[in-house]
């Protein structure tokens, strides 16, 4: 009667129609795909060198020359915050990749192999879970002196047990199917049933969590580099970009030395945090209505 | 229920010690001597070389890895963690005096965060895919999306230096440390704790409050000529509060994470800026007092997760 | 849709040819038992065309059509469906029980007289749990997890009192369950539904529903989840409450043996629709409609041997796409190729009773 039957279409097309019915999301990938683009082409966009000290011109405001002004020692804000880029959202990434492996592994594992091992393996998961990272890594950073490599190893330390409990459960679930175990009687090993199996069965909700643990990771970094625990300067990152403006001087008589990496990090979480929530929506339809 | 608090406590206990041989393995790896941790800096500078090598005895410090872990966990467990390598003060006092601040901040905060997470993820959940459950979703994508250090900034900018309302730096006035003065100090940094946790709570409540508002008992509690006001609160919201509490208590090890940033910004004189400051002064003894700090206020966050589990659900209380 | 349907001709309780509607309501003398023989008296609850449609994914799911019944004062008068026939969310219409993706129309949703979809949401609730009370299936799901099953039976008092007093009300709740048969109600209202069985809750669940002494009790599946054994206890439990309220009730079921029990009507409900209304007895003996005589004949008998039931072929329809016809069509051993394209109109053959069948006449 009213019903009109729906048209045939794959599990992909109908994920990107329902992701599409998210401006924000949308919206989103258009901006991260700048945020992108403009890292990769930091050098000629911004004309200057990020690193070249020039005190005369220490902290002017924004200006035909330096578009978003100089910072303390008369570095170009503009360029600095574009290659700040290039390591927020490179720690971003390699962070949610290591969780991802982690995560994928040992979710394997203990799905595969269940018993003790599952319960070893979750109440692992649990004991990342209840730690607050940033401690964690403020604490570590501390004893072992900071750096670039620590911070990602330790946020992606942190940031599995959200993937581990995912593909664990899409494990289990195809344990129960008859096709993988035909394949098990067969004589597969784990690494094929992973590749085979597991890995494609996971990858959207996997898709899911590694996006936020990227808006995740990213924050962690800025905050980790706002404390001077993260990067180190004169490398720049958005959080060191605002380590300075922890004098009320500075908020006070220069913004722009701190507004723009505060919002470009603002906006660069936000932004793959909507991609995430709309991905999820397109995975999975049942989560949004 | 005995027997599960039972169960969760051991195997808290037992997380407990292996995170010890985590810190003591991060302790290994300081740079220097470790009986510099251990003693107090006067006595290791004007001490004679025998009271130094009797007291590397009396530490376990020439005994395996093993001896030495005793001796430092057990020494720990007794409450001395060691002496501050800045002042050779005792770290346990140090960082006594700085746990008052820090829970004073943590509870107003959560305070905060409820009062902000609660109404608003009743309301999403009850007018679901309306303009006020989009905007109560943006609000708590921007809580978790913006750091928190940020948010701090601007809110200095505006408040403390654009308006002066409040002061941005310390718990008090030192000319004038009354109760009025020190609420007036925690203003701002509480409000930015709680706003910055309150969008994982209002999601929390608002998917818990949706499932519950689905639920046959409140069809029951409709059925019975039951207003929407008794509908929701007594009836719903009571059942969605099992979940939730649960997750608001194993989340105060994050709330202390905000709490670390908030503390730098605002001067504020708790465990967080001590931490910080202790990082970036080298005081390895009093990092490590924190570290097993942190892994007691985990321990403590899960048990109380687990006791108001069994607390506010009657079906595992009596059970 | 088929033309010549006309709204109202398909009312479960056509009268007479020309009688006023709702004038003899269904109770033709000698066609319904005792409580239904009064004659010219307003019915206490009047449906009329009522449809109720959702809206989902999949499109609209057409769950009511222009379904009408008549419940006089003190009958008991049966649902009966399989599940997805729209029989429990015709009941729970009455209170605008049903959630908000429902989209209710009606004639009339006549309660005493009043219209229940004029009612503010405080005078609604007045109706709701005083003058009639609800039964729910799961005693499990259908009681508060953490409130005392006291202070579920006391609110419902609390909530219909005019100067509230909770000392009283709990009281009121343990002689409540004290009448449903609860022991030891004193110390048991303080207990929550978890340590209740299952046959405890379905008591308490009915105290509640009896709490303000209502004209009317609407009890859906009210014993479906329960044992076998503890659904023979609560049926006599719904059975005396019944007489000691004088209660009229809605018994939604697909039990056709608890129909057999406790009804003095039934209204037949396939796909969304009315398919017959009878009293129980002619129900029983003469079903006129080819879906009722199939459920009759799943039905275990004393008399038959057990492997002589004969379950209807084939499975209820799909909502959201019933077929065009007459919905049952796929599944009736009569179908014909008129029953293909015209969907048979509910109409009156004979005294108090209706049947939607096109060759209804051929099981007389």
Known sequence: MTVSAPAVRTPAGAALRRFRKHPAAVVSVVFIALVVLAAIFARPLSGHDPNAIDLLSARSGPSGGHLLGTDSTGRDVLSRLLFAGRISLGVGIASAAIAVVIGTVLGSIAGLLGGWVDGLVMRLADVFMSFPSLVVIVVVAGILGPSVLTMVIAIGLF??????????????????????????????GPLWLMRKHIIPAALPPVSVVATLAVAQAIALEATLSFLGLGVQPPAASWGNMLTDAQ??????????????????????????????????????????? | MGAFLVRRLSIN??????????????????????????????????????????????????????????????????????????????????????????????????????LIAFPLGILAARRRNSWLDYGATVVSLGSVSVPVFFVALIVIYVFTLKFQWFPSSGISDPTNPSLLNTLHHLVLPALILGFGNSGPFMRYVRSSMITELSADYVRTANAKGAPPRRVVLRHAFRNSLIPVLTVIASNLPQLLAGAVVIE???????????????????????????????????????????VLYTVVDPRVRLR | MTAEQIPGAAAASVPGAASAPGA??????????????????????????????????????????????????????????????GKTVTAMSVLRLLPKAAEVSADAIAFRGTDLRTLSGSELRKVRGGPVGMI?????????????????????????QARSDKKAAW????????????????????????????????????????????????????????????????????KKAQAETGAATILITHDLGIVAELADRVVVMYAGRVVETAGVGELFATPRHPYTKGLLASLPRMDV????????????????????????????????????????????????????????????
């Open chain 3, 171 to 238: 009281q009121r709740a343990v002689e409540l369950l004290r009448l449903v048969g609860v022991p030891d109600p004193a110390e048991r209202v303080k207990q929550y539904p978890h340590e209740f069985s299952g046959g405890m809750r379905q008591r308490a669940m009915i105290a509640m529903a009896i709490a303000n002494d209502p004209d009317l009790i609407i009890a859906d599946e009210p014993t479906t989840a329960l044992d076998v054994t503890i659904q023979a206890q609560v049926l006599a439990l719904l």
């Open chain 1, 247 to 289: 004098s009320l001087t500075v908020i006070r008589s220069e913004p722009w030395l701190w507004l723009s990496p505060g919002i470009a990090v603002a906006l660069t979480v936000l932004a793959v945090n909507f991609i995430g929530d709309g991905l999820r929506d397109a995975v999975d339809p049942r989560s949004s209505s």
């Open chain 3, 305 to 364: 041997d057990v492997d002589q039931l004969d379950p209807i072929p084939g499975n209820p329809p799909n909502m959201a796409d019933p077929p065009a016809g007459c919905a049952f069509h796929p599944r009736c051993p009569l179908a014909r190729d008129k029953c293909l394209t015209d969907r048979p109109p509910l109409l009156a053959i004979g005294a108090g009773r209706t049947s939607a069948c096109h060759f209804s006449e051929e099981l007389a």
């Open chain 2, 264 to 306: 730098q910004v605002f001067a504020w004189p708790g465990m967080g800026q001590l931490a910080v400051s202790s990082v970036n002064q080298h005081d390895y003894s009093v990092i490590v007092g924190f570290a097993l700090l942190i892994a007691i206020l985990v321990l403590m966050s899960n048990l109380l997760a687990d």
């Open chain 3, 24 to 85: 003899a309501a269904a109770s033709v003398p000698g066609a319904a038992p005792a409580a239904a023989q009064r004659v010219g008296e307003a019915p206490l609850l009047r449906i009329d065309g009522l449809s109720v449609d959702f809206h989902t994914d999949d499109g609209v799911v057409h769950a009511v059509t222009d379904v009408s019944l008549e419940v006089v004062a003190g009958e008991i008068v049966a649902i009966v469906g399989e599940s997805g026939s």
């Open chain 2, 13 to 114: 206990v037992l997380v407990f010690f292996l995170i010890t041989i985590a810190i003591f393995a991060l302790v290994h790896k300081t740079p220097g001597d470790p009986i510099a941790m251990q003693i107090p800096a006067d006595q290791l500078n004007s001490g004679s070389a025998e009271f130094i090598a009797q007291k590397r005895a009396e530490l376990g410090l020439d005994g395996s890895l093993l001896t030495q872990y005793w001796h430092w966990l057990t020494n720990a467990l007794h409450g001395d963690l060691g002496y501050s390598l800045l002042n050779g003060r005792p770290v346990t006092e140090v960082l006594g005096e700085r746990v008052g601040p820090t829970v004073e901040l943590m509870g107003v905060g959560l305070l905060v965060s409820v």
């Open chain 1, 159 to 188: 940031q599995w047990p959200v993937c581990g409990r995912i593909v664990r459960g899409v494990t289990l679930s195809l344990r129960e199917q008859e096709f993988v175990l035909a394949s098990r009687a067969t004589g597969a």
């Open chain 3, 136 to 160: 729910f299936q799961d005693p499990m799901t259908a009681l508060n997890p953490v409130m005392t099953i006291g202070a579920q039976v006391a609110e419902a008092v609390v909530l219909h």
